[in-house]
């Protein structure tokens, strides 16, 4: 543990004694961060929670995610690690065919004497609108239909008394948010689904709406999305990200009282550290952020953006308690191609090519990348204010078709999953660095769970 990390929860203890100092002298009405004295239902919610909802508990693993994973040669080292549950569509909460529902995994939860699960909430209207192939069931103006036969049955199964002492996760609408800031507007980056999403308000209303019903269950732990150090590290993304997500939290009426934290790099690729190079290096006077790779960002890394994003977060007005998570399944590098120290310090981009960990031919790349490997195992308070490592996509699962496949998901064919494509204003123009042959996406996709086991890092 680092010496930052202990001086953290230092602060965490002062801060906790002051809260005790605060209780007893208001007759033990607990006073969240901010709050005015009387609270609202929210605040004291976000009180009764534990600071951090990984601390002591053993993690729920999906037992159909394990089958697989113990089926494939190899697959028994990582088959009893915790993964996200995706509720996907509508018809995931009960269970759609013969898979488990939601509830199916809350009492398998039980039966395994977990203390904490992980969900993830994915099924905003007009889904995904940067990409194909995960757009999903609910066309851009089904708002109506998300709250009511998606967010509040969900609620009340989470809300049923017999799952009060699990811990519920609940990573909030991947990708949602970071598009209308990035994907929207005269941008080149934009896209016409994307400008409607942000136009009709349904994904700051969904998200609003899922925080505020699943904020108001008080074992449920809400952690936003907020993309990755390649998506919103660029400071024309970085607080305006921060913003849009503090809109979406407050929106009609709703307080930062639900969010308990904010989840990056779910289901991408973003190295957790570079370890070769950092921000402030520079070779010949030039710096780092000089090079074709790194381009301006102020993050070189996942680690160092999530820390650097809560810090902005806190500033935009969210609780000073927020916690981050890191997906970690298939951010590792290893493998052969991963660099043995720093590159030449000919130039820059020498410098940054030869040892970046991250092998992406781009870092806007995200489909089923060649070379990937397995990061960080699922790991609690491993750093100053992340409050796990998790692996939230489950390794082995697809990230979207390497070419047209008729499905009844509303899944679509993205061409940045296919090895053959030259790229778009997202990616720079490269080759999109996706495997071939790749089913839908969440469909099991055994050569990349190879890859994933072969380029671990750490390794197996
Ligand atoms: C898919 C979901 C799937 C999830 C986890 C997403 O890309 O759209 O259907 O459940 O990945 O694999």
């Given at each position: 543990m680092s010496r930052t990390h202990t001086r953290h929860r230092r602060s965490r203890t002062l801060f906790l004694a002051a809260l005790a100092t605060v209780l007893a002298t208001t007759g033990g009405t607990a006073l969240a961060v901010g709050d005015s004295p009387g609270g609202t239902a929210a605040a004291q919610a976000a009180a009764a929670?534990?600071?951090?909802?990984?601390?002591?508990a053993k993690p729920y693993v999906n037992p159909e995610w394990s089958a697989k994973a113990a089926a494939e040669p190899g697959g028994d080292a990582i088959a009893d690690q915790p993964t996200g549950v995706w509720?996907?569509?509508?018809a995931a909460i009960e269970g759609a065919g013969d898979s488990m529902g939601l509830r199916d995994h809350l009492d398998e939860a039980l039966q395994q004497g977990a203390g904490v699960i992980q969900l993830v909430i994915y099924n905003l209207p007009g889904r995904d609108c940067a990409a194909?192939?995960?757009?999903?069931?609910?066309?851009?103006?089904e708002i109506g239909k998300y709250q009511t036969d998606y967010i509040d049955p969900i609620a009340a199964i989470l809300a049923?008394?017999?799952?009060?002492n699990l811990r519920i996760v609940t990573t909030v609408?991947?990708?949602?948010?970071p598009n209308l800031v990035t994907?929207?507007?005269?941008?080149?980056?934009?896209?016409p689904q994307c400008d409607v999403m942000k136009a009709n308000g349904n994904y700051v209303k969904g998200v609003g709406y899922a925080l505020r019903k699943l904020g108001a269950v008080p074992n449920v732990y809400n952690y936003v999305d907020a993309g990755h150090h390649g998506w919103i590290g660029w400071d024309d993304n970085f607080a305006a990200s921060a913003q849009v997500m503090h809109q979406a939290a407050t929106a009609?009426?709703?307080?930062?009282?639900?969010?308990?934290g904010f989840i990056t790099n779910t289901a991408n690729y973003s190295?957790?550290?570079?370890?070769?190079?950092?921000?402030?290096d520079t070779v010949n006077g030039r710096?780092?952020?000089?090079?074709t790779w790194v381009?301006?960002?102020?993050?070189?890394?996942e680690l160092s953006f999530a820390q650097s994003f809560r810090g902005q977060l806190v500033s935009t007005?969210?609780?000073?308690d927020i916690g981050m998570l890191i997906d970690?399944?298939?951010?590792?590098?290893?493998?052969?191609?991963?660099?043995a120290g720093p590159g030449p310090t000919t130039d820059v981009n020498t410098y940054v090519e030869g040892g970046?960990?991250?092998?992406?031919?781009?870092?806007g790349n995200w489909c089923n990348q060649s070379g990937a490997g397995l990061g960080e195992r699922p790991t609690t308070a491993?750093?100053?204010?992340?409050?796990a490592y998790v692996w939230?996509?489950?390794?082995?699962?697809?990230?979207?078709?390497?070419k047209e496949i008729p499905n009844d998901e509303g899944k679509g064919f993205d061409?940045?999953?296919?090895?053959t494509y030259e790229g778009n204003p997202r990616n720079g123009?490269?080759?999109?660095?996706a495997l071939p042959d790749a089913p839908i996406s969440g469909k099991w996709f055994s050569a990349q769970f190879q890859e994933l086991l072969n380029n671990a890092y750490p390794a197996l």
């Open positions: 929670r534990v600071d951090n909802p990984y601390a002591g509720l996907d569509r509508i194909l192939a995960s757009n999903g069931e609910l066309g851009p103006t049923d008394a017999k799952y009060a609408e991947i990708d949602s948010l994907n929207t507007g005269g941008r080149p980056t934009a896209t009609d009426g709703g307080s930062v009282d639900n969010v308990h190295a957790l550290k570079e370890s070769n190079f950092k921000i402030g710096s780092v952020r000089e090079s381009d301006w960002n102020r993050s070189v890394d007005g969210f609780r000073s970690t399944s298939r951010n590792g590098w290893g493998g052969a191609a991963r660099p970046r960990n991250d092998r992406r031919i781009h870092i491993p750093e100053t204010g992340i409050d939230i996509k489950p390794p082995g699962e697809s990230d979207g078709s390497s061409r940045m999953c296919d090895p123009f490269n080759p999109s660095g």
